[in-house]
């Protein structure tokens, strides 16, 4: 299937019954029927819990809870047992962050090495376990346009034998796009181990944790169509099978033997020993629904597409009289763009903006130290896109965007 956007607009309820340019997607993107409707039917006909049960509902809402890891996996080029089912990638990276602290990867001896373009999800985890280990925490520095300052990792991670990187791969606020493979790179050449929040880049460009050279990687599926309340974190193999879990709980062991005083714990294999208790069942059927749906649409499309639909709305912003665009040129950055306008309140643009028809999001965005870096107190507005965006939206926006700021 190619991108054919007005079949695509079809698909959402929303956008069928509201004259609404939907420009929040980097928060949640809306929910097309085949979601709802997987979600739907995992509830009436499909439910049981999983991983208990022995009569064949049980197996069957067991087996399609499995699938749905090997759908996920198939998606990121990565091996199912490497899938671990989480609420979202705030509490993907919380899961990151506790795992390494519970597994003495983050002690006194570590560097954590933290940009400060990080969404508060992911410098909020690491910094705090760092903190509390006494880590050696390094904050990279941004340039002008929020870039961070990667190629100090030149002259940091020879000096390590035990660091920890976390990058954005994409920044829910400059837009731009962390040269992964050169941070992966430099992680591999000096045992560093990489830790990425693909919040912002798994909904929107081809991934392949394959050949990523990372540790873990986080995102959540409500950002890519599916619900709230599933996201994933992906855990290198290897990595995995040394980790002991750091949260214990039902559905996560073999069994638990009392030895006099203490408990014999036996784990399960990855990824259930890190899914305590009761997964997400439903939410894992929206959620392999979602990753059907885009891989049918095809992830190049998806990026080749959104490219355009960025071009246009950083080149028509540029052009207004009194706007800046915070991040780089549209060349390096992905899904949005963000501005601040230098005579009116971002929050007033927003609300104005919502008032006409056209959704962003204004505010910090969960990035207080990228903000306040690049002096922005007020923080900025925020338009982003996603598959049934169009130019005409784009155009909607700055319309209303030019109208408001000469009112
Ligand atoms: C870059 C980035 N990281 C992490 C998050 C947190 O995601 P969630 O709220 O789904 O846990 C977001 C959400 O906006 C994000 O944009």
Redesign the pocket.
């Known amino acids: 299937m190619t991108l054919d956007v007005e079949t695509i607009r079809s698909w959402f309820p929303t956008l069928q019954k509201q004259n609404i340019a939907f420009l929040d997607n980097?928060?949640s993107t809306l929910k097309p029927i085949q979601i709802i409707e997987a979600m739907t039917t995992k509830m009436k006909y499909q439910y049981t819990n999983v991983h208990r049960g022995v009569y064949p509902l049980a197996s069957k809402a067991t087996e399609d809870y499995e699938r749905a890891h090997e759908t996920i996996a198939d998606f990121l080029s990565a091996k199912p047992e490497e899938i671990v089912f989480t609420a979202?990638?705030?509490?993907g990276l919380q899961l990151a962050a506790r795992l390494l602290e519970y597994n003495d990867m983050i002690n006194e001896k570590t560097h954590l090495i933290l940009p400060k373009d990080l969404?508060h999800?992911?410098i909020l985890p690491f910094y705090r376990a760092g903190v509390g280990k006494r880590s050696k925490i390094i904050l990279l520095n941004l340039d002008q346009k929020g870039r961070p300052q990667w190629t100090r990792l030149e002259e940091i991670l020879p000096e390590t034998d035990n660091a920890i990187i976390v990058a954005?791969h994409v920044?829910?606020v400059t837009g731009y796009e962390a040269p992964i493979s050169y941070i992966s790179r430099q992680a591999q050449k000096h045992g560093a181990c990489l830790i990425v929040?693909g919040?912002?880049s798994v909904p929107h460009l081809p991934i392949d944790v394959s050949s990523l050279n990372a540790c873990m990687l986080a995102f959540?599926g409500?950002?890519m169509l599916g619900p709230t309340g599933i996201?994933v974190l992906w855990i290198q193999r290897d990595l995995a099978y040394s980790l002991e879990p750091a949260y214990g709980g039902g559905g996560a062991v073999v069994d638990v033997k009392p030895q006099g005083n203490s408990l014999e714990i036996e784990w399960l294999e990855p990824p259930w020993r890190f899914e305590h208790g009761t997964p997400p069942i439903i939410e894992a059927a929206g959620l392999e629904a979602a990753v059907k749906l885009l891989k049918d649409v095809g992830m190049k499309n998806i990026a080749e597409y959104e490219e355009k639909l960025i071009q246009a709305l950083y080149e028509e912003l540029e052009k207004i009289p009194g706007v800046n665009i915070i991040g780089p040129e549209p060349g390096e950055r992905r899904g949005l763009v963000s501005f601040i306008a230098e005579s009116i309140h971002p929050d007033t643009i927003g609300m104005e903006l919502g008032l006409r028809g056209v959704a962003v999001r204004t505010g910090m965005h969960?990035a207080g130290p990228l903000h306040h870096s690049l002096g922005l107190e007020h923080g900025s507005v925020r338009a982003s896109v996603y598959i049934y965006n169009t130019l005409g939206d784009i155009h909607r926006l700055v319309r209303e965007l030019k109208d408001i700021l000469s009112t």
């Open positions: 980097a928060a979202g990638t705030t509490s969404h999800s992911a954005g920044s829910n929040d919040a912002q959540s409500h950002k996201g969960c």
